[in-house]
Antibody, heavy 121, light 111 residues
Framework: QVQLQESGPGLVKPSETLSLTCTVS?????????WSWIRQPPGKGLEWIGY???????NYNPSLKSRVTISIDTSKNLFSLKLNSVTAADTAVYYC??????????????WGQGTQVTVSS | NFMLTQPHSVSESPGKTVTISCTRS????????VQWYQQRPGTSPTTLIY?????PSGVPDRFSGSIDSSSNSASLTISGLKTEDEADYYC??????????FGGGTKLTVL
């Protein structure tokens, strides 16, 4: 069973950089799939942040593109998110996920349990 | 870019059928596949429908998806409602650059 686990600081100060890691386990390698970050502000809906293909190709939400970097480490079976210059509006539950297609999860998508990140001084 | 608009909430009784709409603001709904996700309280979303009307294995056939070009919308229909279907439902599509767009979500109450 594929498992994804987010990790990183739960509290980030305004103007600083949010950094999260997603570790993949359970028999799935980081290869041959797309890997996404999606967030959900408190009480609100889902927002796509971006994805990375195992080759390193990335695609970002245009509204966040100037602040986002997603990277991948195939040797460690993990991928990461960096979001810089954060504000309170970046407070959310951040999910990492595996999708079959560039455009969506397809028949066998997997999500992490999500990690709460609060931006506050 | 386009937006996907969903009703904020719907409610129906157990055993009945409910339909949740997802209307695309510009461009054809048929141009890009639509996905549907279910999110029960306090849990991560799961895929109910992909590629407009395909169900992943394990998703009951009570859940079905369709698109309607005349209204430029996609629909998720849940038949034989169960209390366990009470959740938030999100539609999702993408643009020509494969940038994803989520609908705002619909809260389903089964009363």
């Amino acid at each position: 069973q594929v498992q994804l686990q987010e990790s990183g600081p739960g509290l980030v100060k305004p103007s600083e950089t949010l950094s999260l890691t997603c570790t993949v386990s359970g028999g799935s390698t980081i290869s041959n799939h797309y890997w996404s970050w999606i967030r959900q502000p408190p009480g609100k809906g889902l927002e796509w942040i971006g994805y990375i293909y195992y080759s390193g190709y990335t695609n970002y939400n245009p509204s966040l593109k100037s602040r986002v970097t997603i990277s991948i480490d195939t040797s460690k079976n993990l991928f990461s998110l960096k979001l810089n210059s954060v504000t309170a509006a970046d407070t959310a539950v951040y999910y990492c996920a595996r999708q079959e297609y560039a455009y969506g999860f397809g028949p066998s998508g997997y999500w992490g349990q999500g990690t709460q990140v609060t931006v506050s001084s | 870019n386009f937006m996907l608009t969903q009703p904020h909430s719907v409610s129906e009784s157990p055993g009945k059928t409910v339909t949740i709409s997802c209307t695309r603001s510009s461009g054809s709904i048929a141009s890009n596949y639509v996905q549907w996700y279910q999110q029960r309280p306090g849990t991560s979303p799961t895929t109910l429908i992909y590629d407009d009307n395909q169900r992943p294995s394990g998703v009951p056939d009570r859940f079905s998806g369709s698109i309607d070009s005349s209204s430029n919308s996609a629909s998720l229909t849940i038949s034989g409602l169960k209390t366990e279907d009470e959740a938030d439902y999100y539609c999702q599509s993408y643009d020509s650059s494969n940038c994803w767009v989520f609908g705002g979500g619909t809260k389903l109450t089964v009363l």
